[in-house]
């Protein structure tokens, strides 16, 4: 016999569970405010401890040129009171396969900002996650509710939300999951997180298509920044022991190497690496293999597992990073795979096939999950180098790279 209030419990609990249900493009407005009525924001918090810190928070904006960002004066001031990476690279064009490879190490063809659900056999960051129970959230500017899946909201008028800036609403490993889904948030809930001292250890933020520079320009996008930042670099709970990275989804000229404006700011920068610039090569796949070797995670066995490390993380692990000749390097495109609309890359049905055998760069293996669902598979691609190639459809082929390891020995490489 249900009590009035049990009942009660669980009415709410079956309006939220079917509030969450909808993983329609365009839900309907019914749907939309039933599930605003009803899903609320979930903001777990953990204290795991990393190598050099212990908050992640990856902060993206859109569409610009190294040098038009770097000819802006709000993220040159603030670039300043950080490190630069002047040779960090995005992967690929358009916008959202570059969220998604934040997220699940691959683009797995995606050459389009088009609707994708990516299955729940393929892993993401979330599931690294979770291996050491670190919280990780996501704060989308005006997402209507936590977990919406639709393409964008409002869904018609001038662009506020779009999904193609939302990496791991993409993955049905976490669309699948209620309580993952209420870890994506919006501004809303950054500020009440903040107050209230519960802000996740990784987190990934991104602005409304007005801030982030996309129907804009630089000097909003800079301005926006300047704004968000100043303000919270004077929070202590903010700053402490934390990595905020600045970043940009993809240069805006396609025909030249996509080198976009990077730099790291916040407490856990090194005092004597403050106000320099570092010319590593690294990727947008570098921050989860940094992720990885900062808090003793596994790899997705995919790009992220031969990216380069953070540079004074990879002195803190022993790793060597490899210096990678770009004068051939693009990056303007990816290989082939079942994401992909033959614009710039090549349809293929099959799913990327991880590696599962490799240590990869952050030294400590592929996930177990991974492991399991591919194990005895080949791998489809060359996952331990420093950035992505592929021999088949040429992309990225013809690109040196080498290292020097502490004994002497040289490692060195051609993509091909
Ligand atoms: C992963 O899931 C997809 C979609 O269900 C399926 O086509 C594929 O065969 C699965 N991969 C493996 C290795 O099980
Ligand atoms: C943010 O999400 C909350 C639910 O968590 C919702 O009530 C609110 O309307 C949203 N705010 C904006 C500005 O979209
Ligand atoms: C984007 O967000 C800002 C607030 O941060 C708001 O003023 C602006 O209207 C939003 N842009 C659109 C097109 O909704
Ligand atoms: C990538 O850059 C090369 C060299 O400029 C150019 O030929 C190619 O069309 C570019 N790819 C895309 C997708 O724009
Ligand atoms: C894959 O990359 C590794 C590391 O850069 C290299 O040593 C190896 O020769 C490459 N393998 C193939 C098949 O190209």
């Known amino acids: 016999m249900f009590t009035k209030q049990s009942l009660v419990t669980l009415l709410g609990g079956l309006s939220l569970a079917l509030a969450q249900t909808s993983s329609s493009e ?9 599930a605003k009525a009803t899903v609320q924001p979930y903001s777990p918090v953990s204290n795991v401890k990393g190598l050099a810190f212990n908050r992640f928070v990856n902060i993206w904006l859109e569409n610009t040129d190294f040098d038009v960002a770097a000819g802006n004066e709000n993220l040159a001031v603030l670039a300043k009171k950080g490190l630069l990476l002047n040779n960090f690279w995005a992967v690929t064009h358009p916008s959202e396969p570059n969220y ?13 900002d088009d609707f994708h659900q990516i299955p729940a056999n393929v892993s993401t960051i979330a599931d690294l996650f979770d291996t050491k129970n670190i919280a990780w ?15 964008r909201y409002p869904e018609s008028g001038a662009n506020d939300y779009v999904r193609k800036h939302n990496p791991l609403i993409l993955f049905d490993s976490v669309t699948q999951d209620a309580l993952r889904l209420r870890q994506i948030k919006n501004f809303t809930s950054f500020y ?3 107050e209230h001292h519960r802000l996740p250890q990784y987190m990934f933020i991104t602005p409304n298509m007005t801030n982030d520079g996309h129907d804009t320009d630089i000097t909003v996008s800079g301005a926006w920044t300047w704004n968000f930042l100043t303000e919270l670099l004077e929070n202590d709970y903010f700053t402490k022991d934390t990595l905020i990275m600045l970043t940009f989804d993809e240069t805006d000229t396609y025909e030249i190497g996509n080198n976009v ?3 790291l700011l ?6 004597d690496l403050r106000g320099t610039e570092d010319d590593t090569f690294y990727s947008h796949y570098s921050v989860i293999a940094s992720l990885s070797a900062n808090w003793g995670l596994p790899s997705l066995g995919r790009w992220d597992c031969g990216a380069n490390l ?7 692990t022993g790793y060597v990073n490899y210096d990678v000749d770009t004068s051939n390097l693009y990056m303007n495109q990816t290989h082939w795979g079942p994401l992909s609309d033959d614009d710039y890359s090549e349809y293929y049905a099959g799913w990327p096939v991880p590696t599962t055998e490799a240590s990869c760069s952050a030294g400590n293996g ?13 791998a489809t691609f060359n996952y331990t180098t420093p950035f992505p190639y592929d021999s088949r459809s040429g992309n990225n082929v013809g690109v040196k790279y080498s290292r020097t390891l502490k004994n002497g020995k040289v490692e060195s490489g051609v993509s091909q």
Do not use: R
């Not at 365009?26 to 039933?34: K, L, T």
């Not at 916040?266 to 005092?271: D, H, L």
């Not at 592929?366 to 080949?378: E, P």
């Open 26 to 34: 365009y839900p309907s407005s019914a749907e939309i405010s039933a």
């Open 366 to 378: 592929i996930l177990s999950a991974v492991k399991q669902t591919y194990k005895g598979l080949t």
């Open 261 to 263: 404006f990077t730099f």
């Open 192 to 194: 009440d997180d903040l």
């Open 137 to 151: 959230g996501e704060y989308q500017e005006a997402l209507p509710y936590p977990g919406y899946q639709g393409y």
């Open 310 to 316: 953070f540079s004074w993380l990879a002195e803190k």
């Open 266 to 271: 916040g407490g856990a920068v090194p005092e």
């Open 100 to 112: 998604c490879a934040s997220a699940g190490g691959d683009t797995f063809g995606m050459d389009n």
